[in-house]
């Protein structure tokens, strides 16, 4: 299923049909600030599933995080009605980074402020985003009242020094679908500000994350340095290892004592190999290793042998 078929990532988590992926773990690593990958690829489906919380609990178990707590918070989302036509009412008559810039930390300030179940409190007034004209207009005034935009950076900045001083209390702000909040031929105008703010932002407990779709990012100009931005990258594509994988833990979700038997009776995988993976598959959340060897193994067993 693609993410927008999914009500429900209770139910996915329950019925252990979630696939857990390595390149998930960097979601905790506060140096990788984008997620890349082509449509179709999981980014919304990573993304509306960061809202399951023993999901995130899982995630973090395999990354070694367990220490921390973590809050993703989805800046642009469902439950935000932020429009291209809010953004093209606040914008229209400047098409400079600097207030491209300023829209974005505006929009996020706004958002983690609404959002994160921290017990600080801002000062500030925040937009009500429900209202697109009185949203307009109170975007426009802070973009450009120089002392406003100052408390705003330091009243994230406040926020980020709040966690880091009450535990082990992280948050990670998180964008997607931003293609079908800007228009593609725009994002280099648009979204590029937004990348280079992320970038810029050097927040402890305050990591920024967004997923972008590949083929729009490649095509994306006026990103300082955009090379240097590869080591702060996740790279979603996926591997032959985990396509096998994935379906393979399906075929085990539903008959994993029959295809134990199936595998021993074949002969072909030492029987040690098999009680091994059989043995973790609980902890495993019956997804068999990412093991080349064993993924032949298994797709000459299911297929047939001229499949390996």
Same mark, same amino acid.
């Given at each position: 299923?693609?993410?927008?078929?999914?009500?429900?990532?209770?139910?996915?988590?329950?019925?252990?049909?979630?696939?857990?992926?390595?390149?998930?773990?960097?979601?905790?690593?506060?140096?990788?600030?984008?997620?890349?990958?082509?449509? &179709?690829?999981?980014?919304?489906?990573?993304?509306?599933?960061?809202?399951?919380?023993?999901?995130?609990?899982?995630?973090?178990?395999?990354?070694?995080?367990?220490?921390?707590?973590?809050?993703?918070?989805?800046?642009?989302?469902?439950?935000?009605?932020? $429009?291209? /036509? =809010?953004?093209? $009412?606040?914008?229209?008559?400047?098409?400079?980074?600097?207030?491209?810039?300023?829209?974005?930390?505006?929009?996020?300030?706004?958002?983690?402020?609404?959002?994160?179940?921290?017990?600080?409190?801002?000062?500030? #007034?925040?937009?009500? =985003?429900?209202?697109?004209?009185?949203?307009?207009?109170?975007?426009?005034?802070?973009?450009?009242?120089?002392?406003?935009?100052?408390?705003?950076?330091?009243?994230?900045?406040?926020?980020?020094?709040?966690?880091? $001083?009450?535990?082990?209390?992280?948050?990670?702000?998180?964008?997607? &679908?931003?293609?079908?909040?800007?228009?593609?031929?725009?994002?280099?105008?648009?979204?590029?500000?937004?990348?280079?703010?992320?970038?810029?932002?050097?927040?402890?407990?305050?990591?920024?994350?967004?997923?972008?779709?590949?083929?729009?990012?490649?095509?994306?100009?006026?990103?300082?340095?955009?090379?240097?931005?590869?080591?702060?990258?996740? #790279?979603?594509?996926?591997?032959?290892?985990?396509?096998? /994988?994935?379906?393979?833990? !399906?075929?085990?979700? #539903?008959?994993?004592?029959? !295809?134990?038997?199936?595998?021993?009776?074949?002969?072909?995988?030492?029987?040690?190999?098999?009680?091994?993976?059989?043995?973790?598959?609980?902890?495993?959340?019956?997804?068999?290793?990412?093991?080349?060897?064993?993924?032949?193994?298994?797709?000459?067993?299911?297929? &047939?042998?001229?499949?390996?």
């Amino acid at each position: 299923l693609y993410a927008e078929n999914i009500v429900d990532f209770d139910e996915e988590y329950l019925q252990n049909r979630y696939y857990y992926r390595r390149c998930m773990e960097d979601l905790f690593n506060p140096e990788k600030i984008l997620v890349i990958g082509n449509k &179709g690829t999981g980014k919304t489906y990573i993304y509306k599933s960061l809202g399951n919380k023993p999901i995130v609990a899982e995630l973090q178990a395999r990354a070694n995080k367990k220490q921390y707590h973590y809050e993703f918070i989805k800046i642009v989302n469902e439950e935000h009605p932020f $429009s291209t /036509s =809010l953004l093209g $009412s606040v914008l229209d008559k400047y098409d400079t980074d600097f207030f491209f810039e300023r829209f974005w930390l505006v929009f996020i300030w706004n958002a983690i402020m609404i959002e994160c179940p921290c017990e600080y409190k801002t000062d500030l #007034n925040l937009i009500n =985003l429900h209202n697109e004209q009185e949203a307009a207009i109170r975007f426009k005034q802070i973009i450009n009242d120089d002392e406003l935009i100052i408390k705003i950076e330091k009243d994230l900045y406040a926020l980020d020094k709040f966690l880091a $001083s009450n535990g082990n209390n992280k948050v990670v702000f998180i964008f997607d &679908g931003l293609d079908k909040v800007v228009k593609p031929i725009l994002w280099s105008e648009q979204i590029s500000p937004l990348i280079n703010l992320c970038r810029r932002m050097n927040y402890i407990c305050m990591p920024p994350k967004l997923l972008l779709r590949s083929d729009l990012y490649e095509k994306i100009g006026n990103i300082n340095n955009k090379n240097e931005l590869s080591n702060k990258t996740i #790279n979603i594509e996926w591997s032959r290892e985990e396509l096998f /994988s994935y379906f393979f833990k !399906f075929v085990l979700i #539903n008959a994993a004592n029959d !295809f134990n038997a199936i595998m021993k009776e074949y002969k072909d995988v030492p029987n040690q190999y098999v009680n091994k993976m059989f043995k973790n598959l609980s902890e495993l959340k019956n997804q068999p290793p990412l093991d080349e060897y064993l993924l032949r193994q298994m797709c000459g067993i299911f297929f &047939g042998k001229y499949t390996e």
